[in-house]
């Protein structure tokens, strides 16, 4: 009776929807990889993760060597549902394909929203993370916008860091957001990691209105590009290789890094945030006519 009691207990506690954290970077950053990679360190850890993905070219799903699916896009020629969109990694968790231009998000009908909307918070129900790989902030800004938080990718890259100010403040302008994660990317030390997001705390410290906080950080390791030619995810084919130490070590802590700007209980599902928003970007930039 006592275990029972305490299950139902956790269940009691549970968030409505899991929270969403959208990983955001400038190109060329390992953004992508690094939501696969992350979200396999979290499956193995014993999480429920989803994957979203907001990028053309089914990246995720090559990343983790998934079946390609359908894509949100596609929707408005062929109404299938979200059993087109999804598919089944065999390492467990679940990637849904979101990709869709922001101007035909718009334009979903009541109907179609509303059934992908309640098909999609059943998997975040049962999920305990949402994972999004979200495109270009200039080309599409709307799934980083509506998800509770924000992970900003930094690299060594002398563009990297300039791309990283442009996007919180983006961000900050646009969407009113003003709590960022800040994970830094292929980096030889700690003490190089640290550096980076002093500098770019610095910068946005005294132009910006908004709060960073540091992670962590994954090592430069080469072992990536072998995973990556063998078509195998690093926390699959290599686990034992510093990089994928480092992310089962960030898996560990990945709970603490929610931090909703909004208090109160999560509810509204982020298809039914993602597609809302996209109506209200279009008006704003005059892709719908009334």
């Known amino acids: 009776m006592q275990d029972q009691a305490a299950s139902l207990r956790r269940l009691a506690d549970r968030p409505v929807r899991a929270p969403s954290f959208a990983f955001l970077g400038p190109e060329r950053s390992g953004v992508t990889t690094l939501v696969a990679e992350m979200g396999l360190a979290l499956c193995l850890s014993g999480q429920r993760v989803l994957w979203v993905e907001c990028c053309h070219g089914q990246q995720l799903a090559h990343r983790l060597n998934a079946t390609t699916t359908g894509t949100l896009e596609g929707q408005l020629v062929r109404a299938g549902g979200l059993a087109e969109m999804m598919t089944l990694p065999r390492q467990g968790g679940a990637l849904v394909n979101l990709h869709a231009r922001p101007e035909d998000r718009a334009v979903f009908s009541a109907q179609l929203w509303l059934r992908l909307g309640s ?172």
């Not at 800004?141 to 100010?165: C, F, G, H, M, W």
């Not at 560990?252 to 109506?279: K, Y």
């Open 119 to 290: 098909e999609f918070a059943s998997l975040e129900r049962d999920a305990d993370f949402v994972l999004v790989n979200v495109p270009s902030l200039p080309y599409d800004p709307v799934p980083a916008s509506v998800a509770d938080n924000l992970v900003l990718v930094l690299t060594p890259e002398p563009e990297s860091l300039t791309a990283a100010y442009a996007a919180v403040k983006r961000m900050a302008l646009q969407a009113g957001r003003r709590y960022f994660n800040v994970l830094v990317n292929r980096v030889r030390s700690l003490e190089e990691a640290q550096a980076l997001f002093t500098r770019l705390s610095v910068v946005t410290g005294e132009f910006l209105n908004v709060a960073l906080r540091w992670v962590g950080f994954v090592p430069l390791d080469t072992t990536l590009r072998r995973s990556q030619a063998l078509r195998r995810p690093l926390m699959e084919a290599f686990p034992e290789c510093e990089a994928a130490m480092a992310l089962g070590q960030l898996a560990a802590t990945f709970p603490q890094w929610h931090t909703p700007e909004h208090p109160g209980p999560v509810e509204t599902g982020f298809m039914d945030m993602l597609i809302a928003a996209s109506r209200d970007w279009a008006e704003t930039e005059g892709h719908l006519t009334s």
